[in-house]
């Protein structure tokens, strides 16, 4: 009996609820008290929804910056890419000797993750690896010029050769003169250049970079510049000390 | 108050998608859930009105026009009521989870389908749908918690 009566109570509310809703649908639309009713709950609703709003708009402009941020990425890369054309193209109209990597848009830097002070003039350790496309005999530089190469890759670093390291033999070519000689570290951060036949007028100042005779290294990286004669052998060649482009005390970061 | 909170999430929520995805009605899975459990002897009288008050607010703050989801949520809360109060208590068991999963889908289905069927357009139903698939892991989750409370009471 309780049963019923509660059911039909349910049922009177129910069907009540129903009409009064209905009712609603039918009239509210055309009442203009509604569109205040609207305006009041809303502007009651601020104070919940605030922190919703906060957090959407930020999301919002974070979307737009990263999408900006790209978009300024492309338009940077283009401009380089055009840039790098026209540097060609113009030391092609002046004679100018350039190299296409001299003007290579896709440079990329690595960290520097590893450097054992017992072997701090001969290596290196940096960041990436073979997922990041670095191969063996790989040029590294720092500031343009030219601080080593890849002596051993694994998957996510590599090992890279100084070019003050006692091991790392590569031929150089002064670029004023065209004398040939062979760059090579002495284990103690100096740069030598051997060599070069003594007496061919070589000053200071001249500038050094990779010759086109190396197989492992392309020509024209530059090196750095002759920083003075040191010794003059007896066998007719001289050797000279060079001033490396890439400062190799305070480097942090290399690019490839 | 769990329907209030339920309520100012669900608004919460609809506030921080923008509009981009449809929010489950979380504050009618909330009643339903309730309901489920409900052993009032006056009946269920405070879900009928409830589900009418929390309506008549969505649709003030959502639609614009009160009724619309008022009307759904009566609606579904009738149903829920004759569907369930037909099942003796006794037989309230995990065994009835297919139909508690029923009435949770319909108490997704209908609100946000009126103004759908009485404004109509493709954007309408389109939202509508992405709203039943968005609805599913909220349905399911109470559906998780309604089984979870069956079997500790040990019914």
């Known amino acids: ?256 | 108050m769990l329907l209030v909170i339920l309520w100012l999430i669900q608004d919460f929520l609809t506030v921080l998608s923008g509009g981009g995805m449809q929010i489950p009605g979380l504050f009618m899975l909330g009643i339903v859930y309730k309901l489920l459990f409900d052993d009032n002897s006056d009946g269920s009288l405070w879900a009928i009105w409830s589900a009418f008050a929390g309506g008549i607010l969505w649709d003030l703050r959502w639609v614009g026009i009160p009724g619309f989801f008022t009307l759904g949520n009566v609606v579904v809360i009738l149903i829920v009521i004759q569907v369930w109060g037909a099942i003796p208590p006794q037989g309230r068991t995990g065994g009835t989870g297919f139909l508690v999963f029923i009435l949770m889908e319909v108490s997704q289905l209908i609100p946000p389908m009126l103004p759908v069927l009485i404004l109509g357009g493709y954007t309408g139903w389109n939202f509508f749908l992405l709203q039943q698939v968005y609805s599913l892991p909220a349905i399911l989750v109470t559906m998780y918690l309604y089984l979870k409370r069956i079997r500790s009471s040990g019914t």
């Open chain 1, 1 to 256: 009996m309780e049963n019923t009566r509660s059911n039909t109570r349910e049922w009177v509310h129910g069907l009540t609820a129903l009409i009064l809703a209905l009712f609603l649908l039918g009239v509210s639309s055309g009442l203009g008290i509604v569109k205040n009713i609207v305006d009041i709950w809303g502007a009651l609703l601020i104070i919940p929804e605030y922190p919703a709003v906060v957090m959407r708009d930020a999301f919002l402009s974070w979307r737009s910056w990263s999408r900006d941020k790209n978009s300024l990425n492309a338009e940077v890369i283009k401009l380089r890419e055009e840039n790098a054309q026209l540097r060609l193209d113009l030391a092609k109209l002046t004679g100018e000797k350039i190299y296409s990597q001299d003007v290579s848009p896709d440079i990329k830097t690595a960290r520097v993750t590893l450097r054992a002070p017992m072997s701090w003039w001969n290596e290196i350790r940096i960041d990436k690896g073979e997922i990041d496309k670095i191969t063996q005999g790989l040029p590294i530089f720092y500031n343009g010029y030219l601080l080593g190469r890849v002596s051993s890759v694994s998957t996510m670093s590599a090992w890279v050769e100084l070019i003050s390291s006692t091991s790392f033999m590569i031929p150089a070519v002064i670029e004023e003169t065209r004398e040939l000689g062979v760059i090579v570290g002495n284990g103690d951060g100096s740069v030598l250049m051997r060599y070069i036949p003594a007496g061919r007028g070589i000053k200071s100042g001249m500038k050094v970079s990779t010759a086109m005779i190396g197989e492992q290294l392309p020509p024209g990286l530059p090196i750095g510049k002759i920083a003075g004669e040191i010794s003059s052998g007896s066998d007719g060649y001289a050797t000279y000390k060079i001033d490396p482009g890439a400062d190799l005390s305070r480097f942090y970061t290399v690019s490839y």
